[in-house]
Every structure is written in structure tokens, then in C-alpha cells.
């Protein structure tokens, strides 16, 4: 790579080469495992370019194209698995100077990358709708990234995953392939060429997303003497069908302390149920909380403004901001991603708690997965060595569930994406160099990789 004429070809642009700045702008949340931080702790960028505009993503791209350097996307960085770290070096194509909201109509809204998801719900909210996913990193993370890296989150328990048909409508994707202008627009099942690819095969440079009817959701908390009590509530609420839900979580006892500002609303020794419910659904949400032996403690819309003001919102209880809320109590706690499948959840999850013990505390997210109620589990992880982690990654595995691994950098040793034959050909025309974000997919290199395990994203190939 010639990074001494890149940088000239781009001059007039907006670009970065401050060591320090560069180092920041070449990091995300990878440092969440203590594996990835020891492997990718140096990986750093040459130089940061942050386009201003379609035009100028363009041009970047032909020089890179020209001068043979790497190029990898950032959002806002905040993805878990080293995701946007450019492992080879080279570009880092900042896209948080194109954040437009293009269109807002009924049912959809198109976007640049950029854009940040509260920002797109703010603005769709005139018409009174909002995004049906989100991470619970709601407020900082952008719709590229999220479409590019993210899995589904906040709403996935009324609508699936971003894996899921229908959650995507369109995504417009800038080759890599010398061909300055040449623009790819995916629908139906093709969006799966570039969704969770973490910018390998292309950069998305316009979403087109479904939006929902928008609430003013209500936070609530439940507490439950036992954890089986709370997990036989998250299910009943995850399958009652004419709840309008957004978030059904369970924490386990040794998860509360870690929610400091909620503290005094909470039992010591008590699992918790984290629910955001329609305003017209809490009343519901209370009695099936209290037939499975559980009480409310906590009620955004029976509290004053003012203490609303100092407590985060439930989603930030949840997904992976539980992880983050222990991760600044105890440095050395990591995570796992569990699917924990149909039959008996509950069997399943009381199963690993028994053997895990204290060793990971159990966190679950309910969600609508392939038509049914499933049920992903965030376990907060006591860690101790790699051998272990792996240990109990099998330990799982022997149970029936399914890892995806988050201390893998990836895409096939996270179990997200099966990079298939369909998905290495459409690589092959979009990046015939592969200079977007190199070393993430490993079948580019080994085309006969077998991971040999279940995916989240399913197979391109029919
Ligand atoms: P980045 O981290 O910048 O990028 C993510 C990946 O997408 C990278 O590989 C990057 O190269 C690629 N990329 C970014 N933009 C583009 C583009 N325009 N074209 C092509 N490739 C692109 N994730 C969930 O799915 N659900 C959750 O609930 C969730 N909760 C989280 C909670 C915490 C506290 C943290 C730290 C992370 C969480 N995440 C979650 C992970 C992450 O926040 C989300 O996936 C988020 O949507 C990523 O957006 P981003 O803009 O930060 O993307």
C-alpha cells in the first residue's frame, strides 16, 4: 500500500493523521473480552478520512483503490468484537459526516450511515413513528453500523433480529472495485450480502428501514424472590401475543447490584424482570408478574420527571449495557451470547446457573426468534483464563446451547455469518482485491473453512 500518495490524493479532504487520534478512531468495544484485548490491543490505522458526502466517499475509495490500501468503515465504533479495528492497517472511513435523514414516510426512512438511531427516531417521530430495532446503544451508535455489525436488540421481542426478512428494506453499497460511482442496491433476500458483513463487502453508503407506530414506553422492573419465578415471567410475557412490548429482560440476583442508580428501588438477594411496556399494556404486564410470584418496584410512569432525569432508561439496564454496568464495578467481568432454545428455556438456563454458579451470573433477553419465543442469554462472566472460557463455552455446548462466541474477531468463529459460496462471489465482485476491512472473514482466504456450527444469519446459498 502507498500510504504516502494516498495521503496526497487526499489532500483537501477531511482526514486525520494524528497518532493519537488515529489510535482512538482505530477502537471499538473489543476491550469488553480480555482475548480480543490481548490480541488486538496495537492494531491501528494509518490515517482517519472522514467524508463529507457521497462524492467524497467516492473519491476516497478510488484512491485507495489505486494505492492498494485497506479500508475499514467506523460508525461510532461501538461494536464488540473489533469489528471496525483495521487489522491490516491502512484507512479508516469515519462515516460520521454523512448522518442525513434523507425521507420519512409511512412505514420507512431512509438514512445516510451515519445517522444515529435516537437522532433518526427523533426525527420520525413527527409523524409518530420510530425504528422497530435498536441497540441499547441507542444514543451513540449509527444505523450503518448497526445494519453492518449489530444483530437486534431493543423491539427484537415483537420483531426477530435484523437476520430476520423484512427488518431491512434496502441497503445502497459503494464497491470496491476501481469503478469510481459504481453503487449496488440490495433488497429482499440480498441485503444478507452486506448486513452483519462488518463492511467486508462492500460500504453502505443508504439504509432504507421499517419503522413501527412509536409509544411512550413504560419502564418497569419486577422483583422476583427467585430466579426460576422471573424466568417463568419473562416467558409468559415474551408469549402473551397481545402485549405490546418492546423489551422483556431477566437479571439474576448477583446481576442488581450492578445497577447502582436503580439501587434503591431493588432487593438484595432478588431476581429482576426489566420490562418496556405500551402504556396501555403495564396493567397487564403487573398481574402476569404477580401470578408468577413477582411484585413491581419500579414504574417510569409513577415517577417524578426530575428522578426520571437521574436514572438511565430500562434498555440501558439491558442487551449489552448490563455487561457495561458490571464492567465498571469489576474490570475483570466479560460476557458470553448464549442461545438458549425451545423446549423448556427455563430447564436450560436454571441448568447452567446450577453449574456456573456465581461464575456467571445470568442476564436473558427474550426475543421473537424464527416465529416462536426464544431466549438469548448475556451471562456476565467471572473470568479467569482463556482455557476457561473456553471450558465453559463447551459446557454450554454439551447443554444443547449454541454460542456466538464475542471473543472472536471474525465473522465465521463468531457464529453470526456463514460467509458461503454465495456470499464469497458477491466479495469477489464488490472487493476483487479484498481491501475492505481485511482479515474479518476467514473463508476469503480459506474457502473450504468449515466452522462447523450453527450461525445466526443464515445461509446465502439456497
Ligand atoms: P461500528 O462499531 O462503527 O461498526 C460496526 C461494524 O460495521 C464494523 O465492522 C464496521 O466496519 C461496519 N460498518 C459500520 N458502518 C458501516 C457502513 N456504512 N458500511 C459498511 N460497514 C459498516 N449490538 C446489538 O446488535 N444489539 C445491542 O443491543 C447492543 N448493545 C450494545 C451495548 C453496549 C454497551 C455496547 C458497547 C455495544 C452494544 N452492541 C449491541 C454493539 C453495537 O453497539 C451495535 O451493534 C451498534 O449498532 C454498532 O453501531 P456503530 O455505529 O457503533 O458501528
Not at 37 to 60: C, F, M
Not at 216 to 229: A, N, Q, R
Not at 339 to 354: R, S, T
Request: proline share 6%.
Amino acid at each position: 500500500m502507498d500510504i504516502a500518495a494516498l495521503k496526497t490524493d487526499l489532500a483537501g479532504l477531511q482526514i486525520e493523521v494524528n497518532p493519537r487520534i488515529v489510535q482512538q478512531k482505530s477502537r471499538d468495544f473489543y476491550w469488553y473480552s480480555p482475548v480480543l484485548k490481548r490480541q488486538l490491543d496495537s492494531v491501528v490505522a494509518d490515517v482517519v478520512a472522514t467524508p463529507r458526502n457521497l462524492d467524497e466517499l467516492l473519491y476516497i475509495l478510488g484512491s485507495c483503490w489505486r494505492n492498494d490500501v485497506p479500508v475499514t468503515v467506523r460508525g461510532a465504533g461501538t461494536g464488540n468484537y473489533g469489528q471496525a479495528m483495521p487489522l491490516a492497517g491502512g484507512l479508516v472511513l469515519d462515516l460520521s459526516g454523512m448522518a442525513r435523514i434523507l425521507s420519512i414516510e409511512p412505514g420507512r426512512v431512509i438514512a445516510e450511515p451515519g445517522a444515529i438511531l435516537a437522532d433518526i427516531d427523533a426525527a420520525a417521530r413527527a409523524s409518530g413513528q420510530e425504528l422497530r430495532l435498536s441497540p441499547s446503544t441507542y444514543h451513540t451508535a449509527s444505523i450503518g453500523g448497526f445494519v453492518a455489525g449489530g444483530s437486534g436488540g431493543v423491539g427484537s421481542i415483537r420483531w426477530g433480529g435484523l437476520r430476520d426478512a423484512g427488518n431491512i428494506i434496502r441497503l445502497r453499497l459503494a464497491a470496491m472495485d476501481g469503478t469510481v460511482g459504481s453503487l449496488i442496491d440490495l433488497t429482499g433476500p440480498d441485503i444478507a450480502k452486506a448486513s452483519h458483513a462488518y463492511g467486508t463487502t462492500g460500504i453502505i453508503t443508504e439504509v432504507e428501514m421499517p419503522l413501527a407506530p412509536a409509544y411512550d414506553w413504560v419502564d418497569m422492573i419486577m422483583s422476583f424472590p427467585t430466579l426460576e419465578g422471573a424466568i417463568r415471567c419473562g416467558e409468559a410475557l415474551a408469549a402473551a401475543d397481545g402485549l405490546l412490548l418492546k423489551n422483556v429482560a431477566v437479571m439474576d440476583a448477583s446481576v442488581t447490584p450492578y445497577f447502582k442508580r436503580h439501587a434503591g428501588y431493588l432487593t438484595a438477594g432478588e431476581a429482576v424482570v426489566v420490562v418496556m411496556a405500551a402504556p396501555f399494556a403495564a396493567g397487564d404486564v403487573v398481574h402476569l408478574g404477580r401470578h408468577a410470584g413477582g411484585r413491581v418496584v419500579f414504574r417510569s410512569d409513577a415517577e417524578a420527571p426530575e428522578t426520571l432525569k437521574k436514572l438511565p432508561a430500562a434498555f440501558e439496564l439491558c442487551w449489552n449495557h448490563t455487561t457495561l454496568r458490571a464492567l465498571r464495578v469489576d474490570p475483570s467481568i466479560t460476557y458470553l451470547q448464549v442461545l438458549y432454545p425451545q423446549p423448556d428455556i427455563c430447564g436450560k438456563v436454571l441448568k447452567i446457573a446450577e453449574l456456573l454458579g456465581e461464575e456467571a451470573p445470568t442476564h436473558l433477553e427474550f426475543v421473537r426468534f424464527d416465529g416462536a419465543v426464544g431466549c438469548f442469554g448475556l451471562p456476565l462472566l467471572r473470568y479467569t483464563s482463556e482455557e476457561r472460557l473456553d471450558e465453559i463455552v463447551a459446557l454450554h455446548e454439551a447443554h444443547g446451547c449454541p454460542i456466538f462466541n464475542p471473543h472472536r474477531y471474525t465473522l465465521e468463529e463468531g457464529g453470526m455469518k456463514q460467509t458461503d459460496a454465495t456470499q464469497l462471489a458477491f466479495k469477489k465482485r464488490a472487493d476483487p482485491k479484498g481491501l475492505l476491512n481485511p482479515g474479518k472473514m476467514i473463508a476469503w482466504d480459506q474457502p473450504d473453512f468449515d466452522y462447523g456450527k450453527p450461525y445466526l444469519f443464515p445461509s446465502l446459498s439456497v
